[in-house]
T-cell receptor
Framework: SQKIEQNSEALNIQEGKTATLTCNYT??????LQWYRQDPGRGPVFLLL?????KEKRKERLKVTFDTTLKQSLFHITASQPADSATYLC???????????FGTGTQLKVEL | DVKVTQSSRYLVKRTGEKVFLECVQD?????MFWYRQDPGLGLRLIYF???????EKGDIPEGYSVSREKKERFSLILESASTNQTSMYLC?????????????FGPGTRLTVL
């Protein structure tokens, strides 16, 4: 069966450190993968997209890697801040490109 | 900025009631989506629409229907609400570009069915 897995346990890190979140998938061959941020009680907000032919993408303190052989994406936040505390969702393009299938998300807590 | 609005932030209904959830987007997007989000299960697609009057079932359409009479508006209908439909409902829209399909989400409606 098709599956997208993100670590369900919350990730707690200290301010200033790099946070690394993982998204693993099976039985998909997505053309691209997206990462979203979701704050409590709000809808997800798009952060980054990486295509299957790209290894790495950066945006300010964010970096995403995409390994189609391992079927894995890593999402990094460098110099993390308490304001980065949120749930981060990965989403794969499935079913013709207009549909996204989301992982369950990983909650990140950045502590002072 | 894309804006997606949902008619209610919080809604409480009784079992058996007919429930309408409305979603409006202001960016002339062609695609619109309805998801529900539950702890441990993540976002699950209920229905989506590529165009006015067009709809397609997502992963969990049972117990739901949708309506898209105008491009900017996509309604989710619970014909006879049940307690297992208590959830956070999220609407999203996107414009198909062929290369990316970033989805823009509304703030969500937390529905409680008693």
């Amino acid at each position: 069966s098709q599956k997208i897995e993100q670590n369900s346990e919350a990730l707690n890190i200290q301010e200033g450190k790099t946070a690394t979140l993982t998204c693993n998938y099976t039985n998909y061959s997505p053309a691209y993968l997206q990462w979203y941020r979701q704050d409590p009680g709000r809808g997800p907000v798009f952060l980054l997209l990486i295509r299957e032919n790209e290894k790495e993408k950066r945006k300010e303190r964010l970096k995403v890697t995409f390994d189609t052989t391992l079927k894995q994406s890593l999402f990094h936040i460098t110099a993390s801040q308490p304001a980065d505390s949120a749930t981060y969702l990965c989403a794969l393009a499935t079913g013709g490109g207009n549909k996204l299938t989301f992982g369950t998300g990983t909650q990140l807590k950045v502590e002072l | 900025d894309v804006k997606v609005t949902q008619s209610s932030r919080y809604l409480v209904k009784r079992t058996g009631e007919k429930v309408f959830l409305e979603c409006v987007q202001d960016m002339d997007h062609e695609n619109m989506f309805w998801y529900r989000q539950d702890p441990g299960l993540g976002l699950r697609l209920i229905y989506f629409s590529y165009d006015v009057k067009m709809k397609e079932k997502g992963d969990i359409p049972e117990g739901y229907s949708v309506s898209r009479e105008k491009k900017e508006r996509f309604s989710l209908i619970l014909e006879s609400a049940s307690t297992n439909q208590t959830s956070m409902y999220l609407c999203a829209s996107s414009n198909p570009s062929g290369l990316t399909d970033t989805q823009y989400f509304g703030p969500g409606t937390r529905l409680t069915v008693l």
